[in-house]
């Protein structure tokens, strides 16, 4: 199904019951954000890639090394004289070395690293918009609850006033006892729903309390519109934004760092060229010394029991291995964001015969109190006009309440949710 969202079923008509003040979404987020040990660790996990590829960045730069030898030592030198230098030795030095990586082992150290650095990144922006999308899920959660509460309540004092009147009747003779307890059976039946209204309202108050720190009841749902005008306007918006979704991209940096890993094994299999400078003095046998070397130093593997040609065909098993992962990544992501795009899609579609169906049976309640005030109608009647209004009423919350769920979901995906 393709097209767009119309902005009359992207911004709920709830949205402008609620009450300009109170506790908005933005605060809400601000505090989940600032107390979430999830959030913390994510940057932990950032900070400690970054000290990764300070540790890869470290392997370009010379090594600079103190030497030092204390023991026993016996020289001979042959020139015009010979001359045997016998006793105790000590030399002290200063060596510098320069790896100079004409293969690229450094440059592979670096893309992985930097890879790694990214990764964590968008893992930490994955923890973000998950204690985001949980934060408005309950701050959604909360306000729609309380709705359902405040009409729970009204209709439960309804039945208890009808069930005077009924009973005031009953007692003059001018209404049949049957009607009464039918009346009080509808009463005790709205008592107990609003008792569990009151339990799921209070669940989603604990669970806002818990993800922002303090329980509030002001909730602001105009500020509920922030999720509507973040969402894509167009199937085609929301898909050429999957890319930035933080599952994806991580399994996008996993692929570069094995590719990163592979260049380094393959660089690692060609010799290491350095440059080295030493410097030493010293006493041997009671005659100082003084020895200065310098030059470039070869190194070439010749065997060693298969070990870097497995290592290398291990980094390109892991290469394919993350090329795959992406691939089902996105897929997983495709499949995930559609199905709340379908789900928003349909949900904007029942909602407008939702609101006819209410407007209906507001329509026959008005019917009912009419022929009711002339004798025609029974009060069982009345209320059972007054319970089809209150279950259009819900069918719309449980609507637009799912609504606002899969909005959110689809923000997550994209990593849309904005806690700033």
């Not at 990764?52 to 600079?64: F, N, S």
């Not at 010979?82 to 006793?87: A, E, F, M, N």
Request: without cysteine.
């Amino acid at each position: 199904m393709r097209g767009s969202i119309s902005p009359a079923v992207l911004i709920t008509a709830t949205l402008a019951a609620g009450p300009a003040g109170g506790y908005t979404l933005a605060e809400a987020f601000r505090d989940a954000l600032a107390q979430d040990a999830r959030v913390a660790a994510a940057q932990s996990r950032v900070m400690h890639a970054r000290d990764g590829l300070d540790e890869a960045a470290a392997g370009g730069r010379p090594t600079i090394s103190a030497t030092g030898r204390l023991g026993y030592a016996r020289s001979r030198n042959e020139a015009r004289t010979v001359s045997v230098y016998d006793g105790s030795a000590l030399s002290v030095g200063l060596r510098v070395s320069q790896d100079l990586d004409p293969f690229g082992r450094l440059a592979g150290r670096m893309r992985t690293a930097e890879a790694r650095l990214r990764e964590a990144g968008h893992a930490a922006e994955g923890a973000r918009q998950e204690v985001l999308a949980e934060t408005a899920l309950s701050f959604v959660e909360q306000i729609f609850r309380k709705r359902i509460l405040d009409r729970r309540e009204a209709f439960a004092a309804l039945l208890d006033t009808l069930a005077e009147t009924a009973a005031e009747r009953v007692a003059q003779g001018t209404l049949d006892r049957t009607e009464l307890h039918e009346i009080l059976r509808r009463s005790h039946r709205a008592r107990a729903e609003r008792v569990a209204a009151g339990a799921r309202y209070r669940i989603a108050r604990g669970t806002l309390a818990r993800l922002t720190g303090a329980a509030r009841d002001g909730l602001a749902a105009a500020s509920l519109a922030r999720l509507a005008a973040a969402a894509p306007g167009r199937w085609e918006d929301a898909l050429a934004r999957l890319d930035s979704a933080p599952a994806v991209a991580q399994a996008r940096r996993r692929l570069e760092a094995a590719e990163g890993e592979l260049a380094f094994r393959r660089a690692d299999r060609m010799p290491t060229v350095a440059l080295e400078i030493e410097a030493e003095r010293g006493d041997a046998g009671g005659v100082g010394t003084l020895e200065v070397r310098g030059g470039a130093r070869l190194a070439a593997p010749l065997y060693e029991g298969g070990l870097r040609a497995a290592r290398l065909r291990r980094a390109r098993r892991a290469v394919e291995t993350a090329e795959r992962d992406l691939a089902a990544e996105r897929h997983r992501a495709g499949t995930a964001l559609r199905a709340q795009w379908e789900m928003i899609e349909s949900l904007g579609a029942s909602a407008r015969d939702l609101a006819a169906a209410t407007a209906d049976a507001r329509t026959v309640l008005a019917l009912v109190e009419s022929k009711l005030a002339t004798g025609r109608a029974t009060i069982v009647r009345q209320i059972e006009a007054r319970q089809a209004v209150l279950g259009s009423e819900f069918d719309r919350l449980d609507n637009r309440l799912d609504l606002e769920t899969a909005r959110i979901e689809m923000l997550r995906i994209l990593a849309a949710l904005d806690g700033g």
